[in-house]
């Protein structure tokens, strides 16, 4: 669906709204002061792939289940009206003559729809939830990806300041609505939730939430007290960690290893998950006459840039590993993150972490080292040079030999 916005000269500017057609039409609008004007539209898609044809109104309006359908109808078309002393827009359905009743273009417009597209001087804006009765439920469940949308969207964006107040009346409006009936209708809605939806590393927080009504005997809670948990090793790839006296909020069934304490022969070993409320930022150990601070394998964990410790510098010039050892200097390998594959997870390296007052001096050698590896590099290259003209001249030798031991021609 397309939603065409329209600018109006008065208290509040215009927009117009409707739904992609497969023909592009003329309809008439109302100004601000009253006059009916003829204003030609282009429809974003067209039958016959041409994307610029223009057709003009039918003089017979169109049928719909043997009714007269008006022009707006037969396109979905409707108009939006901002109203500044109220510091929201409001919709206007001229077919029907209704004012700020989203549900009157809902009726009208053909079934199903998962878009509702505004346009206003070029800027575009997603209002499907403001028209969508069912836009928690099974509207969005319509959709394409989110990411997908919001990423074509960018380039047309309406100001974050106008687009914020607008998110807040529309989400406004969704808390006006009455909860779901259906149990299954609060698996994945974006406002409230169902324990029994919870997943795996999801819990309700805090515990004592003020519940907003029942579903069949079932407590009905706020999406946003829904909080997603980690173990101790995940919140440290967020550069946090678990706070000194924390219980873990949940404890879940982990993976198979025979690493695990307590569990002999492979069993099923448990996974304390923490909270976000749990963990602190993690404040990495500082560097000490030189020394750079290791975990129990003898690297650092550098998933964030916060995580590099104070006094130290993280250095990811190639060779560098190799000039740190010739010289003496300590140095830590820099682990940023874990690979999947082959069916476990791998360490990830790039690059050493050592002491700042060392890195001019490591620059310095790792130049030295380079242009070294160069030269040695052009020697090798000459001698394979010379080694290959030495087997070439030594064959032709042979050759000549041979064709005078044996009398042979050239041919």
């Known amino acids: 669906r397309s939603h065409d916005r329209a600018s109006a000269d008065g208290e509040g500017g215009g927009r117009g709204g409707g739904a992609i057609c497969d023909e592009g039409s003329s309809d008439v609008v109302m100004d601000a002061k009253g006059k009916r004007r003829k204003r030609e539209r282009v429809s974003p898609r067209c039958k016959g792939g041409d994307s610029d044809c223009v057709m003009a109104a039918k003089p017979s309006g169109p049928t719909r289940g043997g009714k007269n359908v008006s022009l707006y109808d037969e396109n979905s078309i409707w108009t939006e009206v901002f109203l500044e002393d109220q510091e929201r827009w409001v919709c206007l359905h001229l077919s029907s003559c209704s004012v700020a009743s989203p549900q009157v273009c809902e009726r009208h417009a053909p079934h199903p729809f998962s878009y509702v597209i505004g346009i206003e001087n070029g800027r575009v804006r997603d209002v499907t939830p403001r028209y969508a009765s069912n836009w928690c439920t099974s509207t969005r469940r319509m959709r394409l990806s989110e990411d997908w949308w919001r990423e074509t969207l960018e380039p047309y964006a309406v100001e974050q300041q106008e687009g914020v107040a607008e998110d807040k009346d529309i989400l406004n409006m969704l808390y006006s609505l009455p909860l779901p009936m259906a149990v299954a209708d609060y698996k994945g809605h974006p406002l ?3 324990k029994r939806h919870l997943l795996k590393f999801e819990a309700i927080y805090p515990e004592d939430s003020r519940e907003v009504g029942q579903c069949r005997g079932e407590a009905v809670y706020e999406r946003k007290c829904v909080y997603t948990l980690h173990s101790r090793e995940s919140w440290l790839k967020e550069a946090r960690i678990v706070m000194k006296g924390q219980s873990a909020f949940k404890v ?84 940023i993150g874990w690979d999947f594959h082959g069916g476990g997870s791998h360490p990830v390296f790039d690059g050493i972490v050592v002491a700042e007052e060392c890195r001019t001096l490591l620059t310095e050698a790792a130049v030295q080292d380079e242009q070294v590896s160069i030269e040695k590099d052009l020697k090798k290259r000459e001698q394979r040079v010379l080694e290959r003209w030495k087997k070439l001249c030594k064959g032709l030798v042979i050759m000549e030999r041979v064709k005078k031991t044996y009398n042979l021609q050239d041919s």
């Open 192 to 194: 409230y939730a169902l």
């Open 252 to 335: 879940v069934k982990g993976r198979k290893s025979n690493k695990v304490s307590g569990t002999p022969g492979g069993g099923v070993a448990t996974l304390e998950l923490f909270g976000i409320w749990q963990t602190e930022v993690y404040t990495p150990p500082p560097v000490v006459d030189g020394k750079v601070p290791r975990n129990e394998y003898g690297n650092i964990e550098l998933f964030h840039p916060s995580m590099l410790p104070q006094g130290a510098c993280h250095m990811r010039v190639p060779g560098i590993q190799r000039v740190a050892r010739k010289l003496g200097v300590d140095y830590a390998q820099a682990m």
